[in-house]
């Protein structure tokens, strides 16, 4: 059983950066896909980004493309999620994710939230105007 614990966030400016990590309580970790959702009041859990297990690919939503960055630290069992020129849709609790994923699954996988068994508890992002 994988825990995972985000750290990192908190209140920021538009146009501020944060970034947000996830430590891993397993080195099974370093297996598995990483990935972060985030889910904003009255809204559903929406994917944010994703990497493959050895970090050969990395994948956006549309939204966040060319203002986040993911990447992981294997040796250390972290994910992290850098997030740059924030607007205020930005604003939402903000969870790590992990899980097996098969060589042969494709870049909806890893967009799909049901895909990854461990969640973190998640960290709250707040963006001002």
């Known amino acids: 059983q994988v825990q995972l614990v985000e750290s990192g966030g908190g209140l920021v400016q538009a146009g501020g950066s944060l970034r947000l990590s996830c430590a891993a309580s397993?080195?099974?970790?370093?297996?598995?896909?990483v990935a972060w959702f985030r889910q904003a009041p009255a809204k559903e859990r929406e994917f944010v980004a994703a990497?493959?297990?050895?970090?050969?690919?990395?994948y956006y939503a549309d939204s966040v493309k060319g203002r986040f960055t993911i990447s992981r630290d294997n040796a250390k069992n972290t994910v992290n999620l850098r997030m740059n020129s924030l607007k205020p849709e930005d604003a939402a609790v903000y969870y790590c994710?992990?899980?097996?994923?098969?060589?042969?699954?494709?870049?909806?996988?890893?967009?799909?939230?049901?895909?990854?068994?461990?969640w973190g508890q998640g960290t709250q992002v707040t963006v001002s105007s």
């Open positions: 994710a992990s899980g097996a994923m098969s060589p042969f699954e494709g870049i909806i996988s890893y967009k799909t939230a049901t895909k990854y068994a461990y």
């Open positions: 990497m493959r297990w050895d970090g050969s690919s990395t």
């Open positions: 397993e080195r099974t970790f370093s297996r598995h896909a």
